[in-house]
């Protein structure tokens, strides 16, 4: 069983920034290395939705049109976490962040990651809040 953890969640000003980070737990003994992942939210009262997604070589990314050109989703192998750089937070941005492993092709990933990427998710972290507000 794959472990993930998110981190770097928080309460911001609108305009702000903040960096999401998904790593696997060392304790379980895994690695993103080999998993295209996503991050997802859910805000109160709605459905959980896709926001970004990354292949395992990090060459091929996905990202939801609300978000296009204010966030940026990148990963370190060497490092072994996944990112989230979020800048110009709007209020409507405010969710539970969770971080996944899915199950698509590099060329799936591009086309349909963010949409239905959900039906793809095998792991799932535990989230992590992000609040936008003034």
């Known amino acids: 069983q794959l472990q993930l953890v998110e981190s770097g969640g928080g309460l911001v000003q609108p305009g702000g920034s903040l960096r999401l980070s998904c790593a696997a737990s060392?304790?379980?003994?895994?690695?993103?290395?080999?998993?295209?992942v996503g991050w997802f939210r859910q805000a109160p009262g709605k459905e959980r939705e896709g926001v970004s997604c990354?292949?395992?070589?990090?060459?091929?990314?996905d990202y939801a049109d609300s978000v296009k050109g204010r966030f940026t989703i990148s990963r370190d192998n060497a490092k072994r976490t996944v990112t989230l750089q979020m800048n110009d937070l709007k209020p409507e941005d405010t969710a539970v962040y969770y971080c996944?492993?899915?199950?698509?092709?590099?060329?799936?990933?591009?086309?349909?990651?963010?949409?239905?990427?959900?039906?793809?998710?095998?792991?799932w972290g535990q989230g992590t809040q992000v609040a936008v507000s003034s």
């Open positions: 996944a492993t899915v199950d698509l092709t590099p060329h799936s990933l591009q086309a349909i990651c963010v949409s239905r990427g959900i039906q793809f998710v095998k792991y």
């Open positions: 060392a304790a379980a003994g895994f690695t993103l290395d080999y998993y295209a």
């Open positions: 990354i292949t395992s070589s990090g060459r091929n990314t």
